[in-house]
């Protein structure tokens, strides 16, 4: 049986309730509600998936189909489960996502640019290659997902999670990041550059490898044993000349 509960990961920690930072606040804590999927029995299992143009979907049950590649434009699919799905090499251009699990799915160089995503959960998908250029996410969090040379220039991102991920060389540029978290991910070659972090936040990220300038970690969160660790890159950032000791 698969079932989703509701469930909220917030970032761990107190903020002041003055007023000067109570807007702050907002941007800071980053929330998710998993999708309402109800249980399997209760959603229809597709033995094939073959949408076609603006089609639309509701409460389905995929697993361990071969799907892919598929060429659509504006899917919609809601309230459902992927589990073991392979949509690798496919386009959904325009399509909206909205209150879904993808579990252990293959979306290998998934073309998904101006997708509407929404309270989704994709738990061990890999997704390298993936293209989502432009696509507005909503709650959505990404747990345990090779991401390497993904793109998500100029995305627009809300409440949006990243927690134990590989985004090794992928593409950020641009997008807007406020408020996100980035926790215990792989960020070597990562492109920030012109993005918007303000209030994002990174929990046991070595940023160092990532290609980003000092103007782009303005408004970022970090624990401070983080900012010692990785002090010696933050000063070369910012072009501090540090002093060998005698």
Avoid: W
Wanted: net charge negative.
């Amino acid at each position: 049986m698969i079932r989703v509960r509701k469930e909220e990961i917030a970032l761990r920690q107190d903020f002041r309730k003055s007023a000067k930072n109570q807007k702050v606040q907002k941007i800071q804590k980053f929330k998710f509600t998993a999708p309402q999927v109800g249980d399997a029995e209760e959603l229809e299992k597709l033995e094939r998936f073959d949408p076609l143009d603006e089609d639309s979907y509701d409460a389905i049950l995929l697993t361990g189909l071969a799907a892919g590649p598929i060429a659509v434009r504006h899917l919609t699919v809601e309230n459902s489960v992927f589990d073991h799905v392979n949509l690798a090499g496919s386009t959904l251009e325009e399509g909206a996502l909205r209150d879904i699990v993808f579990d252990t799915c293959d979306f290998a160089n998934l073309q998904a640019a101006e997708a509407r995503i929404r309270r989704c959960h994709f738990k061990g998908v890999r997704l390298t290659g993936a293209n989502f250029s432009g696509a507005k996410l909503d709650g959505v969090f990404f747990e345990a997902c090779r991401m390497d040379i993904s793109s998500f220039f100029h995305a627009e991102m809300v409440s949006v999670g990243f927690k134990s991920c590989d985004l090794t060389d992928s593409d950020f540029r641009e997008a807007d990041l406020a408020g996100c978290l980035f926790e215990d991910c792989k960020l070597d070659g990562v492109q920030f550059f012109e993005s918007r972090l303000k209030g994002a936040r990174f929990v046991d990220c070595n940023l160092e490898g990532a290609r980003i300038a000092a103007s782009d970690l303005k408004g970022v969160i970090m624990a401070p044993n983080q900012v010692i660790d990785q002090s010696l890159f933050l000063a070369r950032l910012l072009e501090i000349e540090v002093e060998k000791e005698d």
